[in-house]
């Protein structure tokens, strides 16, 4: 098993410009989540979907983020445009079912926004 | 909201000895918790769940819950220098919930 796949591992951007995280979840996981973590806030949920669908989008800092599920085994996070203060590491989890135990992680995206 | 605290630390402890790591949660209604660790630069692995009252032995790793102080402790006996990361404690709620984080407590072992 390969794991959670994420994409870029380092990404260093312009402010103003679109940025694109990607993850690809364990095969036969169906949850995922998008988190952020920062040396002051910690790890913060964004955004998490069940069986591709969206269920609960409230840490999504601002209408700048989105993100999609298209299918059961890709996932983007969207920032447009980017800001300084989106500098983070964006890590992507998957687990079995949403009533399980524990996350397996992605290795995360180190966003750089200057 | 749900809080999670942990102290930041660092907790630094020589090669051997027991290194005692602390949480503590908000929310009652918390039934699963769950011990992570990550290294520098790292991303977060799960080491450790608990969901009764008391004690759970893994190898070097003790996980303690005390459900009725909101409080979940982890024990690393005979630590070691490559035990040294942060330890992040995460607490869920009962059905299709999501984890709740702490901020992590770093923990240094020296040789």
């Known amino acids: 098993d390969a794991g959670v796949i994420q994409s870029p591992r380092h990404e260093v951007t312009e402010m103003g410009q679109e940025v694109t995280l990607r993850c690809k979840p364990i095969s036969g996981h169906n949850s995922l989540f998008w988190y952020r973590q920062t040396m002051m806030r910690g790890l913060e949920l964004l955004i998490y979907f069940n069986n591709n669908v969206p269920i609960d989008d409230s840490g999504m800092p601002e209408d700048r983020f989105s993100a999609k599920m298209p299918n059961a085994s890709f996932s983007t996070l969207k920032i447009q445009p980017s800001e300084p203060r989106d500098s983070a590491v964006y890590f992507c989890?998957?687990?079995?079912?949403?009533?399980?135990?524990?996350?397996?992680f992605g290795s995360g995206t180190r966003l750089t926004v200057v | 909201q749900k809080e999670v605290e942990q102290n930041s630390g660092p907790l630094s402890v020589p090669e051997g000895a027991i290194a005692s790591l602390n949480c503590t949660y908000s929310?009652?209604?918390?039934?699963?918790f769950f011990w992570y660790r990550q290294y520098s630069g790292k991303s977060p692995e799960l080491i450790m769940s608990?969901?009764?009252?008391g004690d759970k032995e893994d190898g070097r790793f003790t996980a303690q819950l005390n459900k009725a102080s909101q409080y979940v402790s982890l024990l690393i006996r005979d630590s070691q220098p490559s035990d040294s990361a942060t330890y992040l404690c995460a607490v869920k709620d009962s059905g299709y919930s999501t984890l709740t984080f702490g901020k992590g407590t770093m923990l240094l072992v020296s040789p």
């Open positions: 608990i969901y009764s009252n």
């Open positions: 989890a998957s687990t079995i079912y949403l009533g399980g135990s524990g996350y397996t």
């Open positions: 929310d009652r209604g918390s039934q699963s």
